[in-house]
């Protein structure tokens, strides 16, 4: 299937399902979160040691309060995504609201596009929906496809609803620079672990050292577009706030790793004012930094 194809219809069941009140499907979350926390114990020992390392400072009870939280806030999170397929543009803009968007819109009025970088917090799925409803300009985003080809189709159908258009990663700055003429925001969720064949960028993160995807920081490098950072939050079950902060400004030539670093903090700071929903089940610690390593590599 063509990545940039125009979706069709989610699957009945998907159709189905997101007919469901929130309230019902949130019910449904709860009880899916309980059964990952107290029966399979779903990656269970990843999750605590990950947390136990970025937060050392936590007695034990608190730390087995975020694990519930955390299973339960993903259960929600998948939930939220179903509902997606039947939530209307309306009820969309009512539950993400969206701060500080004038001057990402206000360069792309000046014909200028823009890069987009976010992380894996709260409901990202929901962000894609909120940001292709409201910027009024084409948003193009990088994913990496699903090696299931069923799970690939119907997640398109999912992200693609309000417009936006899916590009492969490893095919994003080549389809930059064949369509240099359309202003357009470019957004990537930039937080997943490169591969040992990427460049990437080491840095203390967690209180671990962890390498980063240096994506972002190469298209921002060849294209000289303006950098964003969208920072999400849960402000209660099922709304959320986006909001842009500036990380490099259009032409400017940054030294190697600043604007990943920039990222990385920023990333840092609001896993840190709310550890629950970040992706803790996610194998992220994999690469191990060498000694002659240094920051870039």
């Not at 001057?103 to 890069?115: D, F, K, T, W």
């Not at 080549?174 to 040992?196: N, S, Y």
């Amino acid at each position: 299937m063509n990545a940039h194809a125009a979706p069709g219809r989610p699957a009945w069941w998907v159709r189905a399902l997101a007919r469901v009140p929130l309230p019902a499907l949130y019910g449904l979350a709860s009880l899916i979160g309980w059964l990952a926390d107290h029966v399979a114990r779903y990656r269970a020992p990843l999750i605590r040691a990950s947390l136990t390392k970025a937060f050392p400072e936590l007695p034990e009870a608190e730390l087995r309060s975020v694990m519930r939280r955390y299973y339960v806030g993903y259960a929600q999170m998948l939930v939220e995504l179903l509902k997606g397929a039947a939530l209307a543009p309306a009820d969309i803009r009512g539950r993400v609201r969206i701060v500080n968007l004038e001057e990402p819109r206000a360069l792309l009025a000046r014909g200028q596009s823009v890069l987009l970088v976010a992380a894996h917090q709260c409901n990202w799925e929901w962000m894609l929906l909120a940001l292709s409803l409201e910027l009024g300009y084409p948003v193009d985003a990088a994913y990496k496809p699903l090696v299931n080809d069923w799970a690939e189709r119907e997640m398109k159908k999912l992200r693609m609803r309000f417009g936006s258009r899916l590009v492969p990663a490893q095919d994003l700055l080549p389809d930059i620079l064949k369509r240099h003429d359309v202003v357009r925001a470019v957004a990537m969720v930039a937080d997943q672990e490169p591969t040992r064949s990427e460049r990437k960028y080491w840095t203390r993160f967690l209180n671990r050292d962890t390498a980063f995807y240096m994506g972002p920081e190469e298209i921002a490098r060849v294209t000289r577009f303006p950098v964003f950072f969208i920072a999400m939050r849960r402000r209660a079950r099922g709304y959320y706030e986006m909001e842009f902060l500036p990380l490099a400004a259009a032409g400017r030539a940054l030294p190697p790793g600043a604007l990943t670093e920039r990222y990385a903090r920023l990333v840092e700071e609001q896993i840190r004012a709310a550890p629950p929903d970040w992706p803790w089940s996610h194998k992220r610690w994999k690469l191990k930094k060498s000694v002659y390593q240094d920051r870039g590599a």
